[in-house]
């Protein structure tokens, strides 16, 4: 079990990194093997796009040879991720949403595998910051790794929004720690799953026809009660306009 911590913060000794580190710690004591890098201390370009033109020229590796290249072999190799951010105007840091945009090039391999590479990998998320801003900071990030493939198991987010050693503070620390064990825990639930996504378009056809037949006989059965109530509002409303 491989856990990969990224440290989205350009102050590698700060709160993000502190909690990222609580949790990581967590990790090995539930048996994982870890591996934190600090984003700003790589060359990350800003995604170019290139799906936007040919879906199939988006993919492993990416076209931009910079230090992502190596970051995707070692999110492939790990079975989790923890993602740790500062709160930026009420998202992430602009290196970690990069990462996060270039992601994009595993997850698109559905257009040549298949399947997102990431699939079924776990993540959890660690938001910090002086202010608020950190909920939004965490569900912008939620969603896109959901979107990607990834899970994200319960208590597998944490975030503080204060000033102060974040290492003061047990129960965000007592947070942090639950986002690197139920990321672990997670990983290892899922190991026998297999595919999780499922691409076939006879299936849904065949699940759109059951549903606009049901769709059809609620709305048949609705409709007439629903006209029923209409003339009674009409008739209620004539009785007052009368008066």
Do not use: Q
């Not at 790589?42 to 992502?68: F, K, N, T, W």
């Not at 002086?130 to 899970?151: C, Q, Y």
């Not at 691409?199 to 549903?211: D, F, Q, V, Y």
Request: proline share 4%; hydrophobic share 45%; glycine share 8%.
């Amino acid at each position: 079990m491989k856990v990969l911590g990224v440290n989205g913060s350009p102050r590698r000794y700060g709160n993000t990194y502190k909690l990222l580190e609580v949790a990581l710690l967590a990790a090995e004591e539930e048996g994982a093997e870890t591996e934190l890098v600090d984003l700003y201390d790589l060359e990350i370009r800003s995604c170019l796009g290139c799906l936007s033109d040919e879906p199939r020229a988006c993919g492993y590796p990416c076209v931009l040879d910079d230090d992502m290249r190596p970051l995707y072999d070692a999110v492939l190799e790990a079975d989790a991720l923890v993602l740790a951010t500062p709160i930026y105007w009420y998202g992430p840091s602009g290196r970690l949403k990069d990462f996060v945009d270039r992601l994009t090039a595993l997850e698109n391999m559905v257009h040549h595998s298949g399947y997102s590479w990431v699939e079924g990998k776990v993540a959890g998320v660690i938001a910090v910051g002086n202010d608020g801003g950190g909920p939004h900071a965490i569900s912008t990030l939620l969603l896109t790794l959901v979107e990607m493939g990834f899970l994200i198991p319960p208590w597998g987010i944490a975030y503080y929004a204060a000033k102060g050693d974040v290492l003061d503070d047990e129960e965000v620390v007592v947070d942090a720690a639950n986002v690197g064990r139920s990321v672990v825990l997670a990983a290892r639930a899922v190991k026998e799953v297999g595919r999780w996504y499922d691409p076939s378009k006879e299936r849904a056809r065949r699940l759109a026809l059951k549903a606009r037949r049901l769709a059809a006989k609620r709305a048949a059965e609705v409709r007439a009660k629903r006209a029923r109530l209409v003339n009674e509002a009409l008739k209620l409303a004539s009785e007052h306009a009368l008066r």
